[in-house]
């Protein structure tokens, strides 16, 4: 039997094994992180305001990101000539879930907010897998030690509403939340299209805040270049993605889609820019609901980009440090 | 053009039309319900510990209940020869849903005690479709002021938890709140089994809070007379409906399935009987997640035990004011 | 609990509550509307040749277009910096379905016919949701009292069929239909593509009727002016939407995909020129089908459009009254 | 290349290959049918009053039907240690679907019609696929020129309307109208229960047509003899199966489910005992909506019992030839 | 912050957090395995003869598990009042899974059989997830080295086929390998029934080595006591469960469905009783497809049906330690 | 009845019948086709890393293609103004499926191979039906005893690995066995692109052996007439399409998705020009998983595809034959 797999090392193919975020290893005990990047799942959907189903967002992402993610030591893409992510230079951990308190928002967000502050506390990136898009203010908070920051924001809605009926921590405030920080210097909102997507109070409170706000169409009458050229240069990035941000057609499985959004390329190129312009030091993706995404492709698109987004900023990092 | 359909009346098929319960008129003035039920959606899913979805509940059993309500005038059953709920003397209104504030637990109950007791104090018997079991806390709180009650529970777990992490308001936790209440004379549990449906220090409380207590198992060996005969006759019953009570086989569409639940007639001929034994004054029936329902099988249930259940009730109403 | 919910107004989440089109009242007696816009679901499917289940489409609609319509006096677009549909300027009715005799084509169609004329009566512009593109024919039907319209058809398929086995009021014969009535001046078909669109005789029929049928690449190498500028000026346009012109990247749901169809910016601008050129006196909205749209991005689509289109034409119709 | 399976047969798993009804040859030209069971789809669903999709019943059963036929010369089942089906010694075809006529029920109902006689007048036993049961009315009719016939019928539903709005040739009304037939003796209806089976007077005046109903509750208190005793031995049988006679749990995928239905044995020993006590000379079955049965156990009972009940037929023949 | 859940504890919900079997620990390291059981997944299924996806079984399983194992000290069972499996007396690992190689059955096995063999070389009871039903060739061959053990098998199907097309280890094979292994020394098969469960020469087979075989009513006859008593008491026994042995109803999501299956306390009642006759040493559940399984209710029986097992395997091993 | 349908002819409608492509006729004797083009089924899918199903692809696809094609004497397109496919010139069969051997991946390939042989020893264009990638590798090595070809492969993989584990016949390998071959002279590889389509040293292999490489972005800036400037004129073509070449938008059902894919038309036009420029010999089509295809969108892509493509064929060799 001296030939079996076990011996000779695993073909560990997408569909076998535990699933974690790209495979990495688990370290769930957030004081022991020793990592370049700690992937966070906050499990939380009682900010949404329509459907449900986010709380599985990231088991649905780490599943999805299975796919993208065997056998070699990096990811090569041709089109760049690059070896992304080489397993030796880039640490992952994957940090599992915070704790989640049914009923109770408070206490679901306060220890969000803690468990990023123990990551950044260890020196690693947070990368957070909602959940709806109210985890951000607890996420966001968490980096009120850091240097401040200016939040480059993907999502077909403003997210920019004060107060409702009493609700100031739901799926529809984070980023006035974050407008209210001190270490949030500015805000730029790309993909805000529609009805539905913010009334005009909203709206001109976040441009009063300082927020630069592009719908779709703004950004596709810009051009990739053109929009990065409306996110100031040389700036800490903390990126926020709501999933909403993309069309339906790739990311139907939301609570609350919002046609006319925008496609792969499109979000993929603005984040290579803006790896290279600046230094990006906290990711969250927000909204995927799995139980709305029969065919799996909302879920590979989270965990496409996120893989993708992951390689631009530490290649960027690289080159940083070794001028061609 | 004088033939057609608007002037000689409509045939009204199921798929026709509005969705409210049973194809009843909406009275969404609580002040002004002039009717024997008032069925009233309480679309609340912060309570769940599992998958939500719940809060579509209301929606998915109103578009089911179409399908056993049309073209005539009331509801006949071969089995007992009786016409059940002529619309001549029984009135159903749908009363709509509570108002839900997302994110805020207390602000939902508070909304849904609200609710119900306008509904009672409109002399109607409220008949409410959640939402998780977390809606059963309000509602029953809502009879205060009433004649006090027996709570008969159908449900695969005891729901019986006094208080983890603070939480005291979510959907393992009503019935131990009604055990509280002064307006709540007993309480008998039927259909709880296996493992998860309760821990020994919770049932050890239930039984010690008088509670009678019946697996699946348990109800088939007593048989449905036997079974009534532990509910103590000529009480007012307040019915709690889990819709996890009943077998995954044929109410899959709910967050928590547990195997080994109720059948349709095991549940029907109980609520048969008690509607003969006693008054029923109040109903909810909880944890319908449509989308967890592919088939619609669940939301049918739903709807078909609830059109049967107050088919019973009224008939037993009717039959003990005329003799036969 | 002088605090509560229903004393100080309601949030109004987009799952509570009733499912009408974007929550608007309902007036089911036809008579008594007094309204801009009724909404009239036509849930007729007996005309489709492969997938049915349009019969839902009204139902699927409705729920979808809750999404869209919540908490605010009117629609804000940050785009065009414009507050559409305000609550005081523009009055919907949400006006039930027709009644549909289910094996009789001839009798759903006369109380289809019969339901848009009392609309029409009433002073309302009628919004038809299908039920499959058969039901184009007797809603057009009923403008025969009317100035003349011109048609402007968004559809995969030509629809242009004469008869086939005695069939002549199906789902592929529609525009004929429409063709032969004396009150509509002319039509223009965009989105008409692909094999399986149209034979080569309905296609010459259609084109020697005055027909202008533009494929989806037609539309692209035109623009969105130049395609405008293919329908005539000035007119009273009737608009119907098969919901299959659009791609089935966004509108899967729906009995007949075919694919290269319109994305939603083309289809969204071309209507708000159209608005803005002439007047729309009617609208009806086909072919989609729920069960096959398990996200409910079809639903969206459906509804996202046609709250936008409203917007448009009474923006419009406002502008020309008040010019800038 | 000698040994490749093409030279030395086939192993045809039920993956494998076209769909026809258990894999047995095709004949779609009716008169020239030489076989002992013709196989008919009937792809008719405009009579259904509420979910539409039994249009791809046939397409359903027959792909579902694989499962159960592969690789043997006839169907072992070692509890009745019976080989049934010996392919030399019961020959089947599958002769395809009766044509449809969107939009014209006569039409449909006429092909129907025909189609039967000419399997009928080929000396073969039809065996019709639905379709919603509406074409039950036009099969059993075909039957005009053979001898009579006692119908046995399995359904949640009594289908004995007479007319409503002009409808007589619903789903609602199939077995009334086999009631008006001559050729027609007589008329078991087993597993009618519950709300929406019937209207009173539709029950009284089936009672008074000579028939007998059983509600599933009825037929267990009965048990296979006691039941099968009800049914006047040595007729000609005619067996018409609405999936809906079975349990939601096992057959969802129909267009009007009710729960309180038969168990797989129930019927299946039923139809054993019927097959001894009788001939069966003609089978629909029908109502199957593949597109509500994600999982496919609905058409997989459809195929199972008719693949059973052959084998019961032909084998109870064969014993009656040849006494043990 | 110091009150935050990380510093008092978690409530650790069944959505949160990495899903392992029972959220029990990972073990992957095969050699430091130091458990009573070990739970190891066999993501094999191409093995089967008609729909694939039984690779996705422990993804399945492990994640429906994670609903009945939270918060508590063991779970406990108020019809037995026993609490099962107390954390501190049950050890349990979860192995991750086998290593596949795609295209190549022989090294799956071999790969299988090599990590079975570990876990028993580490004292502990393997537990496998299937997978398709092929896996039980290698798992039972593991156990040559082991004490003989007597083999019970559920399943609808008898898997005894020798040789087809060279075909010896698919799904049709395992327990003619089994059989034919001299450390199996008996077989008791349950559940098997219906046509294709089985030819008549490999029935035949199966008795001349000795196979007990009892169909579902066989066993309904029986009982479970008549059951029991016609499985050699006192032996060691290997449980093999395939998931088709269930009913259709409740184990929809599996690639060969056959009606007329066990329910739920049928078999949980054997296996307790099992437990109580002798002592189990190794399990293996299989043919769970997730992917044919919407409402999630197969993968919640086979945890709920395992979690059961472990259960009472511990407490009889406790009992027969420490007699009452 | 003289009027019925089965004297006048038979509308036929796309659901209507039994599944084959195109609605063409049958002929699973290889040996006597005596056609232009034979359509094989491979329902292979032991080749995949990550989802199964494909398996399920031919009888997805012949479903989906009986959409495209009723009731005309050849499909007409108004944009080309071309009838294509005139029943009278162009000749399609549908030659069943190869028979597939579960577990053993030689046998399948082997009766692949063979199968592909036969068509062309027939004389007929094989157009295969995967199945996984992995059938290309035996599809076109039956092609050895033909002239050259030059591939054409749309696909999101490079799919050029030479060997993994012992792997040489997965889905991963096929264009690395087909670039061994003498026959294939070059290869043209379409849509390759990001994470996971290909490491460097493959890629590095494919470059050396010939391949020109574009991905999907290169394509779109050289644009439909650039990218046919790449593929060598004039040369004998087979075309490879793996479903996944196209976008997750259009083509959800797969087993390994990838964002950022072609569009419909992209591709179309490419196939329309490669029709021109040269003459295809031979088509595959692989990796639609209808089990991952709710909506139908991914099997109605490739039967359309297909429809158009042979169309463009065989208008191309009329062409050329008959100069305009």
């Known amino acids: 039997m001296a030939q079996h797999g076990y011996q000779t090392g695993r073909l560990n193919l997408p569909f076998v094994g535990h699933c974690t975020f790209a495979k990495q290893p688990i370290c769930v005990d957030l004081e022991k992180i020793d990592a370049d990047v700690a992937v966070l799942g906050v499990p939380f959907d009682m900010g949404t305001q329509y459907r449900a189903g986010a709380r599985f967002g990231p088991r649905g992402i780490r599943e999805a990101s299975t796919l993208f993610c065997f056998g070699h030591a990096g990811a090569y893409d041709h089109e760049d000539d ?3 992510m080489p397993t030796d230079k880039v640490r992952i951990v994957d940090a599992g879930d915070v704790d989640m308190v049914h009923t109770d928002t408070t206490a679901c967000h306060r220890n969000t907010e803690a468990a990023v502050r123990q990551i950044l506390e260890a020196g690693a990136m947070p990368l957070c897998l909602g959940g709806d898009h109210a985890i951000h203010a607890p996420v966001i908070a968490a980096f009120s030690e850091q240097k401040p920051v200016h939040i480059v924001h993907f999502d077909a809605h403003l997210d920019f509403v004060d107060e409702r009926h009493g609700v100031r921590y739901g799926h529809g405030n984070p980023l006035r939340r974050a407008s209210e920080m001190a270490h949030v210097e500015g805000m730029t909102q790309l993909g805000i299209r529609n009805v539905s997507s913010s009334n005009r109070e909203d709206y ?14 703004d950004v596709r009458r810009l051009g990739t270049a053109g929009t990065l050229a409306k996110i100031p240069a040389g700036q800490r990035y903390y990126v926020t993605i709501d999933i909403d941000g993309f069309d339906p057609s790739i990311a139907p499985g939301t609570g609350t889609p919002s046609h006319g959004g925008f496609l792969y390329y499109e979000v993929l190129e603005i984040l290579q820019g803006l790896a290279r312009q600046g230094d990006v ?3 969250d993706l927000v909204e995927v609901a799995p139980h709305y995404d029969p065919t799996g492709i909302t879920c590979f698109l989270a965990a496409q980009i996120l893989m993708n987004f992951l390689g631009f900023i530490f290649q960027a990092r690289y080159e940083r440090k070794v001028p061609a």
């Open 204 to 217: 001109e409170a976040a441009r009063r805040a300082g927020s630069a706000i592009l719908s779709v169409r």
């Open 281 to 283: 030091v906290g990711i």
């Open 82 to 84: 690059v070896v992304y």
